[in-house]
């Protein structure tokens, strides 16, 4: 998405072949948004989620309905959070759970969309220390720029159990069929054994190290397409006005101990104006 005056919904899907994939582009109207940024992002079905600020403290959440194309305010937080703080999101059993995101201590915020209300999840006020944030098994998983793995449930709370901590910098997360990966800037795609709480690399096809085939230091954006991993990142176009957006899907499967990566397809997915910035890469419903 764009920054103001121009921002897009941009949808990713199978194109006319069986063997390409395409974008289709929609203008999205920001014109009634007080502010320039939306907040943290996280889609429910059909919906997606922008939670409070992103350079200061917000309350407010801001809803996409992504077939409709329009974009709506909702209740606002009871605490004002902030992506320059960190923050964690993720939604558990249908219910969307805000960790931090202030400059101190603070209560979990839970909002039901069924109800449209926001409560707190406890008492206990707790501070996030992860840049990263997904949702599995019915956790939030937050990971911190070195790999540091904790986790929130709405039974348990925050569990800051040790993990391993690498001196490789995490660039992106993602989770496929209950697995989470992380793309790390020096290393490449990793993902981790929630048993032996390491981070182990994804091999290529033929079982040895696949770093330099399954990853582009270039890459934008990673997510979780139809059980794939997918990388996107602008290339310059012949046409100086505009770049090529590449896609690279990543199909994974058990190889022994080790899970196995291959490209399954990689390509040119759109052509779009050159000074488009990937904001936020999220899974929704049809």
């Known amino acids: ?5 121009n921002s897009y919904w941009i949808t990713f899907r199978p194109g006319d072949k069986t063997t390409d994939y395409q974008l289709e582009k929609k203008s999205l109207s920001l014109a009634d948004v007080p502010r320039p940024c939306l907040g943290s992002a996280v889609s429910v079905g059909s919906e997606i989620y922008f939670i409070g600020g992103r350079g200061f403290p917000s309350t407010e959440l801001w809803i996409l309905d992504t077939r409709s194309y329009r974009l709506r305010t909702a209740p606002s937080m009871k605490v004002g959070r902030s992506v320059g703080y960190k923050v964690a999101v993720g939604v558990v059993e249908g219910k969307i759970y805000v960790i931090g995101g202030s400059d101190e201590d603070s209560q979990v915020e ?3 969309p069924e109800t449209q209300t926001w409560d707190f999840a406890g008492e206990e006020k707790v501070k996030c220390e992860s840049e990263f944030s997904v949702s599995m098994k019915q956790k939030v998983y937050m990971v911190g720029l070195h790999g540091r793995v904790s986790t929130y449930s709405p039974r348990e709370g925050i569990n800051n159990e040790r993990t391993e901590v690498l001196r490789k910098y995490v ?10 990966y992380a793309c790390f800037g020096c290393s490449g795609l990793m993902w981790f054994n ?23 230091s270039t890459a934008q954006i990673m997510e979780e397409y139809e ?6 990142w602008p290339l310059p176009n012949i046409d100086r006005t505009k770049n090529d957006l590449i896609c ?14 291959r490209i399954e397809w990689s390509g040119i997915a759109a052509t779009l104006p050159h000074n488009i910035r990937l904001k936020d890469c999220l899974v929704v419903a049809g």
Not at 171 to 180: A, D, I, S
Not at 194 to 216: A, H, I, N, P
């Open 194 to 216: 929630t048993k032996l709480k390491v981070w182990t690399r994804v091999v290529d096809r033929d079982g040895k190290d696949g770093k330099l085939e399954l990853y582009s």
């Open 248 to 261: 690279k899907l990543i199909a994974l499967d058990r190889l022994g101990e080790n899970i196995r990566g």
């Open 1 to 5: 998405m764009l920054r103001r005056p």
């Open 171 to 180: 660039k992106f997360l993602c989770v496929v069929k209950n697995v989470l």
């Open 227 to 232: 059980g794939m991993i997918a990388f996107f």
């Open 110 to 112: 839970v909002f039901d």
